[in-house]
């Protein structure tokens, strides 16, 4: 048995053995790779199984607070019109998930004459908008980059026009990481019909039993459901209490730097 301040060295891998003392995994590497105290080695080495593999993540109130721009356009569409008042945030991001005319005729009301017309025109103007880096929420950025460093599968699935998903991430700079962007065209139908999903799924190489949907609505929830993958819910999302509502089991990350514990333990 070694003793404290004794070295420790690393030389073959043999995963599978224990060494002597039991509590202990024997590694045993091709080469020498390193010596170390054996006082360091306190704790013992644990062999981490990636369980989850590939993660698909909503935009919208998942992993931006993009009811801001949201509100910020249309107010300005409003003071046009001579409204005194600024759009309903509230509103805004319950209309979040549901999006296109319907958001547009629930936040604009009487102001709205032509809906399909004035969503138009608030996507012209988000396309001229600059879109700050404090629309991520809090640790977005960091956790994205590290678990797409880990080898991770990163893919967005937005009812959001492709066009205006392409150029958030983009001006975000985090667009990279994603091996797919996937957000709505008129050629494909909306979540939660699954095929935005499925086609995110199959760009991370199509394994159901070891993808992820987050998000943070119950169209979110039942899009996972309809594409046969697990789904967990943001503890800061817009639609996030009425989907823990009518799914309590599912699990619900308090921050986004949780993810890590479902990627290496599968708790979803």
């Not at 996972?224 to 799914?247: E, F, I, K, P, Q």
Request: proline share 5%; aromatic share 4%; hydrophobic share 45%.
């Amino acid at each position: 048995m070694l003793r404290p301040g004794s070295r420790l060295v690393i030389s073959k891998l043999c995963l599978g053995q224990r060494c002597e003392a039991r509590h202990h995994l024997h590694f045993r590497l091709q080469y020498r790779l390193c010596e170390v105290p054996v006082a360091v080695c306190a704790r013992p080495f644990i062999m981490v199984r990636m369980v989850i593999s590939n993660i698909i993540f909503d935009l919208d109130g998942t992993l931006i607070d993009s009811a801001r721009i949201t509100g910020q356009i249309i107010d300005a569409m409003l003071a046009e019109r001579g409204v005194g008042t600024a759009a309903d945030r509230d509103l805004i991001k319950a209309m979040d998930a549901v999006g296109g005319v319907p958001m547009i005729a629930a936040v604009m009301g009487a102001h709205s004459s032509d809906p399909a017309a004035d969503l138009e025109q608030f996507r012209r103007r988000h396309r001229l908008v600059d879109v700050p880096q404090d629309v991520l929420f809090p640790g977005v950025a960091t956790v994205i980059a590290e678990l797409s460093a880990r080898g991770v599968g990163l893919a967005i699935c937005s009812n959001k026009p492709q066009a205006l998903c392409d150029k958030i991430l983009g001006d975000l700079g985090i667009d990279t990481h994603f091996a797919i962007i996937v957000g709505s065209t008129p050629d494909r139908p909306r979540k939660p019909d699954p095929a935005s999903a499925l086609l995110a799924l199959d760009a991370l190489g199509g394994d159901r039993q070891t993808a992820l949907f987050c998000g943070d609505s119950v169209i979110d929830v039942e899009t996972a459901g309809s594409a046969g993958v697990a789904a967990c819910l943001v503890g800061w999302g817009y639609g996030t209490a009425h989907a823990r509502d009518l799914h309590p089991s599912l699990p619900v990350l308090d921050e986004m730097t949780d993810l890590f514990a479902l990627v290496h333990e599968g708790r979803a």
